[in-house]
Each structure stands twice: as C-alpha cells, then as structure tokens.
C-alpha cells in the first residue's frame, strides 16, 4: 500500500495532459490541491490500525493486504465493508470521498472480461490481461477513475445512427498489437488525479455497434489522451481556516486517435458483454451511493440541526419535521444500499434472459435495492437544499467576506449583528456560516447537487433498471387471486 506522499510523488512525475482556463497544467497545480487532500486521505486512512477491518482488504489474486478501493468483492460482507468504507470516508470530508469509481470500474470488468474472454470470437485474451492489470493496480495501489459517460451528441438517435459516429468513443481501427480508438467521456470524475482511466460503454448496444462495445485501462497522461479538466473549489479561506480544505475535479476525456495494445484491452466488439459493462459499472456504481449519500445527509443533518441552533429554533415542530424527512431519507438509502449488499450474488441481469450467474464468482450487489436506494436518494438533493434554505434564512446568501469579518472598522459592528444565540461563541456562528455557505452556495456546491442527481446516472435510467428487473406480472398475479379473477395461465 502506498501513502499519500508517494501518491503524490507519482502525479508529479506525469506528462503534462491537462488544460484549464486555456492554458496546460501540471497535476500538483494550486487548484487540484482540494481533491488531492480528499484522495489523500483514501491513503492514510488505510494505514491506520483501528480502520484496517475497513479501509484494507486480502487479494483474492496475490493474498496481500491491499487498500480495500483496489478490492475485487468475494462475498456479501466486501459489498457492506466497502458500503460503510464509502460512508466512514465521506464523513471525514463532508463530501465525495472520490475513489469509488475506480472499484466499480475494476469490479464491472472483472467478471465482464471473465464471460467475453469465453466468447468464440474473442480478439485477445481480455480476463487474462485483465488480471494482469489488475495485479498491477492492487500491488502498486493505484488510483483508478471510471470513464463512462459518452458525450451521446443526439439524444434520441443510437450510436451508430449520430450524424457524427465519434459521439460515442469507438474503435477506429484493429492492428495486430492493439486497437485505435476515438471519441470523448466526459464529466470523469478525479480523471486529472487518477493514475489509471478506465473506459467502459455507456449503454445496451445492437449488434452492429460492435465498434462502440471497447473497454480498456490506459495511464491517466497517455498519449493520445488530452484532459480538458474543471476545477470544484470553494473560495480560498486567509482568516478562518477550514477543518478540512477538499475540492474536486472533473474531465473532458479525449481519446485523439489514441492506440491502446492489446494486454491493455478487455472488450473489443462483443456487444451483449459491452451492454453488461455498462449495466454493471452503474450497478456497482449506484451502490457505492448507498454509502456516499447516507453519509452526505450526515453532513446535511448536522449542518440543518446547528443552523437550527444558532437560530433558536431548533424546538420548532416545522424543524423536527425537516430533521426527520433528512434522516429518513439518508437511512432508507443505506438500508436499501444494506441489502443490496446482504443478497449480492455473482450473477446478472440480462434482458430476455433474466438474473443468470455472471463472472468468476466475484459478487454483484442485488440491482432492485441497489437502484432503489440509489433513485430515492438522489432525487431528494434538491429537497435537502430545499430544507437548509428553509431553516438557514438569507443568510448564508449574504453572508460577509473574510477580510470585513475582521477589519476592525467592520468587525465588532459585523459581529454584534451576525450573532443570533447568546450561547454559542460569534466565532463559532461565523466558522458555521463560511462553511455552510461552502456547502450550500458555492461554485463547488452546484456541481456536486449536479453530481448527486446524475452521478451513477440520471433517475431514470434507474426507473428503467427497477422496472425492468422487477417481477411486477407476481404482483398482478397477487391482485388477480384477490379479486376473484383467473390467474394468467387461465386466460
Ligand atoms: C459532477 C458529476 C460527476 C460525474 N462523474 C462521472 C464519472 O466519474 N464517470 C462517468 O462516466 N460519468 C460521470 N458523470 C456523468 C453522469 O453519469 C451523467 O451525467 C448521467 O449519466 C447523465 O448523462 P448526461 O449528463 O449525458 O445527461 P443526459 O443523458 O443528456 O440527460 C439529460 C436529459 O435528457 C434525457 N435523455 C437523454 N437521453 C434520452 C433518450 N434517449 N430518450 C429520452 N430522454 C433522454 C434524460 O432523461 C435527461 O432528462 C458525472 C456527472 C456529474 C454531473
């Protein structure tokens, strides 16, 4: 396992690949010091004893003990470490903790590879090079992000019906040692931080798409690969330091004509196996919310119930009520995320064919729960702003900058009128406020409600997923045997 200064040590020692603001960054530059804090701390976390059972896991590959976000799931008990994992970090920064994509990625291709390396046709031995990627991640403690999200140009038009064929990444061309590949993900989450990229499809595919049906691993400054990357920071602090300073970024992915070898390669035209991926790393993916969005409502909780407090209506029925809709909603997220951990299995969802064994014998969170939880709770983001706006007041939207909470012209009359309980210190009211005013008004905090929305993909692909999968003809039945009618099979 590595620390996070040697994490560090390794991104500076990568090719400049990354643009902001019209100009080509290194990835140590001043605005991506936020998130390298909160990936950070996915290192030092791991090393502690008393989060060992938690933040580490065994190689099922090589028997070592490994940072448990490089973790390949063997049974139910991985899928709730790594739900409660997810929860125990975000706490530590009030937010994202950042390294789940890359352990949905990696556990999506594990048993993807495993079922296309079967296939007749297959190009290369995709699970074979995958393990020997995998080795790699685990032993050297890689970062890995998860490039999904195609650009999809026109909405309602296919992949391969677009009016430009690159709106979906694509190999170009097939070469004796490796693929070309085209096209652009984008929104990639920590991709300006991540050692490693790994891309999977997007959607269900037909079967002449088998250009769109690729998945692979390349280093984050590839060649070939250009970042186009957007910074997520609240406002610089002099006077009043945070607890914790975060941000986050996330990337334009551009694949210009961009050779990937074969032993990189994991999926290459088998389109039923493309559409799986793509199924499975929004699985995994929306399960890991299960652990993220309880864990954020903490922080909403806690941020409503001391705005609550310094307000002096904390009492309030109207208040209860709103405490109680925030916690409600956080813990049926974990509960629905819990039991989708509980009956995890190694099989899949495959339309027509329905819940089949998939993969190595790796485990699947069960996709009901994991999409139900995953849907309810991120739905509700809006709501929650929506209740600490409610109980904040207009404050937050006006609150003073630093520099007058501290001119002494300004200070003493500030703090006078800023204050509302006599009981709380004003410096303690002004720290809840700047942070507050992160959370819930900043730059950062637009992007990260959006990200909470359609992160792990947009509600209804989550509809579409329980609706699909769910046995909704046993509930007619249900209704049928109730009132009297004949049950299907009769009619
Ligand atoms: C902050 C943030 C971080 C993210 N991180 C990652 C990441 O790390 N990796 C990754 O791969 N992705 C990431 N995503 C992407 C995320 O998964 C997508 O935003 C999500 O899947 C929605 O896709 P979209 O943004 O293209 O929206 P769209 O799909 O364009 O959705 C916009 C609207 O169009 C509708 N729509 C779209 N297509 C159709 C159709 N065919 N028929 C009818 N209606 C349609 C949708 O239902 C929705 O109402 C991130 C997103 C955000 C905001």
Same mark, same amino acid.
């Given at each position: 396992?590595?620390?996070?200064?040697?994490?560090?040590?390794?991104?500076?020692?990568?090719?400049?690949?990354?643009?902001?603001?019209?100009?080509?960054?290194?990835?140590?530059?001043?605005?991506?010091?936020?998130?390298?804090?909160v990936m950070g701390l996915t290192f030092d976390a791991a090393?502690e004893?008393?989060n060992k059972d938690l933040c580490t896991a065994?190689?099922?590959?090589?028997?070592?003990?490994i940072n448990r976000f490089n973790h390949i799931h063997?049974?139910a008990k991985d899928l709730h470490k790594k739900q409660d994992m997810t929860r125990f970090m975000c706490n530590k920064v009030g937010q994202c903790i950042q390294r789940c994509m890359g352990i949905d990625a990696a556990n999506a291709?594990?048993?993807?590879?495993?079922?296309?390396?079967?296939?007749?046709?297959?190009?290369?031995?995709?699970?074979?090079?995958?393990?020997?990627?995998?080795?790699?991640?685990?032993?050297?403690?890689?970062v890995g992000c998860c490039?999904?999200?195609?650009?999809?140009?026109?909405?309602?038009?296919?992949?391969?019906?677009?009016?430009?064929?690159?709106?979906?990444?694509?190999?170009?061309?097939?070469?004796?040692?490796?693929?070309?590949?085209?096209?652009?993900?984008?929104? +990639?989450s920590e /991709?300006?931080? =991540?050692? %490693? &990229?790994?891309?999977?499809?997007?959607?269900?595919?037909?079967?002449?798409?088998? $250009?769109?049906?690729?998945?692979?691993?390349?280093?984050?400054?590839?060649?070939?690969?250009?970042?186009?990357?957007?910074?997520?920071?609240?406002?610089?602090?002099?006077?009043?330091?945070?607890?914790?300073?975060y941000?986050y970024?996330?990337?334009?992915?551009?694949?210009?004509?961009?050779?990937?070898?074969?032993?990189?390669?994991?999926?290459?035209?088998?389109?039923?196996?493309?559409?799986?991926?793509?199924?499975?790393f929004a699985l995994f993916h929306r399960h890991s919310y299960s652990g993220c969005k309880p864990a954020m409502l903490d922080f909403v +909780?806690?941020? /409503?119930?001391? =705005?609550? %407090? &310094?307000?002096?209506?904390?009492?309030?029925?109207?208040?209860?009520?709103?405490? $109680?809709?925030?916690?409600?909603?956080g813990e049926l997220g974990y509960s629905a995320g819990y039991t989708a951990s509980a009956?995890g299995?190694?099989?899949?969802?495959?339309?027509?064919?329905?819940?089949?064994?998939?993969?190595?014998?790796?485990f699947i969170p069960?996709?009901?729960y994991a999409?139900?939880g995953r849907?309810?709770s991120g739905?509700?983001?809006?709501?929650?702003?929506?209740?600490?706006?409610?109980?904040?007041?207009?404050?937050?939207?006006?609150?003073?900058?630093?520099?007058?909470?501290?001119?002494?012209?300004?200070?003493?009359?500030?703090?006078?009128?800023?204050?509302?309980?006599?009981?709380?210190?004003?410096?303690?009211?002004?720290?809840?406020?700047?942070?507050?005013?992160?959370?819930?008004?900043?730059?950062?905090?637009?992007?990260s409600?959006?990200g909470a929305?359609?992160g792990g993909?947009?509600?209804?692909?989550?509809?579409?997923?329980?609706?699909?999968?769910?046995?909704?003809?046993?509930?007619?039945?249900?209704?049928?045997?109730?009132?009297?009618?004949?049950?299907?099979?009769?009619?």
């Amino acid at each position: 396992m590595r620390t996070k200064e040697q994490y560090i040590e390794r991104l500076g020692k990568m090719r400049k690949n990354i643009y902001s603001g019209g100009e080509k960054i290194d990835r140590l530059d001043e605005r991506q010091q936020g998130a390298l804090n909160v990936m950070g701390l996915t290192f030092d976390a791991a090393w502690e004893p008393a989060n060992k059972d938690l933040c580490t896991a065994v190689s099922h590959l090589s028997g070592e003990t490994i940072n448990r976000f490089n973790h390949i799931h063997q049974d139910a008990k991985d899928l709730h470490k790594k739900q409660d994992m997810t929860r125990f970090m975000c706490n530590k920064v009030g937010q994202c903790i950042q390294r789940c994509m890359g352990i949905d990625a990696a556990n999506a291709i594990h048993a993807v590879s495993y079922e296309a390396q079967k296939s007749a046709a297959a190009k290369t031995a995709y699970h074979d090079n995958w393990l020997s990627w995998l080795a790699r991640f685990q032993k050297e403690d890689l970062v890995g992000c998860c490039a999904q999200t195609d650009v999809k140009g026109e909405r309602l038009k296919r992949p391969s019906e677009q009016t430009d064929p690159d709106m979906y990444v694509r190999v170009v061309e097939e070469k004796s040692d490796g693929i070309i590949v085209r096209g652009s993900k984008v929104h +990639i989450s920590e /991709a300006s931080i =991540a050692d %490693e &990229i790994l891309v999977v499809p997007t959607r269900a595919l037909k079967q002449n798409e088998t $250009a769109y049906a690729v998945s692979f691993a390349v280093p984050g400054d590839y060649d070939g690969v250009k970042q186009v990357v957007h910074f997520h920071n609240p406002r610089k602090r002099e006077h009043f330091p945070r607890g914790f300073e975060y941000g986050y970024t996330d990337s334009y992915v551009i694949f210009e004509d961009c050779f990937v070898p074969w032993e990189r390669v994991f999926l290459c035209g088998e389109t039923q196996h493309g559409g799986v991926a793509a199924l499975l790393f929004a699985l995994f993916h929306r399960h890991s919310y299960s652990g993220c969005k309880p864990a954020m409502l903490d922080f909403v +909780i806690g941020l /409503a119930a001391l =705005a609550a %407090e &310094i307000n002096g209506i904390e009492k309030t029925p109207h208040v209860r009520e709103m405490l $109680a809709k925030l916690i409600m909603t956080g813990e049926l997220g974990y509960s629905a995320g819990y039991t989708a951990s509980a009956l995890g299995k190694a099989e899949v969802y495959i339309p027509g064919l329905g819940f089949i064994p998939y993969g190595p014998g790796s485990f699947i969170p069960n996709s009901i729960y994991a999409n139900v939880g995953r849907c309810l709770s991120g739905e509700a983001v809006f709501h929650e702003h929506e209740i600490l706006c409610n109980i904040a007041g207009g404050l937050p939207a006006t609150f003073p900058y630093e520099k007058d909470l501290i001119n002494p012209e300004t200070k003493v009359l500030l703090e006078k009128y800023i204050r509302r309980n006599p009981k709380i210190a004003i410096e303690e009211q002004i720290k809840f406020w700047l942070g507050f005013t992160d959370f819930a008004l900043s730059g950062s905090s637009g992007s990260s409600i959006y990200g909470a929305y359609h992160g792990g993909g947009s509600p209804i692909m989550e509809q579409i997923a329980i609706t699909s999968q769910y046995d909704i003809e046993s509930k007619k039945e249900i209704v049928r045997k109730l009132a009297g009618m004949n049950p299907a099979s009769g009619r």
